[in-house]
């Protein structure tokens, strides 16, 4: 009995590792120049918004 409940204490003390995907690869330079143009674009739309609805602007 006492065997018992330490396996069932330990099991849950240490967990198997969860299982992990393939690692992802870190985003290549083109994906990273890609993702920062649409970031200044998404920016500049909301600049065009807030200028539109007349809203004051931090420089």
Known sequence: M???LLD???RRE???PPLRPDPVR???RED???MAI????QR????RD???RGDELDA
């Open 44 to 47: 500049a739309e909301v600049r």
């Open 8 to 10: 069932q204490t330990t």
């Open 14 to 16: 240490h967990p198997p």
């Open 26 to 28: 870190p985003p290549a």
């Open 32 to 34: 990273m120049i890609r």
């Open 2 to 4: 006492a065997g018992r």
């Open 50 to 52: 807030l200028i539109a």
């Open 38 to 41: 649409a970031h200044a674009r």
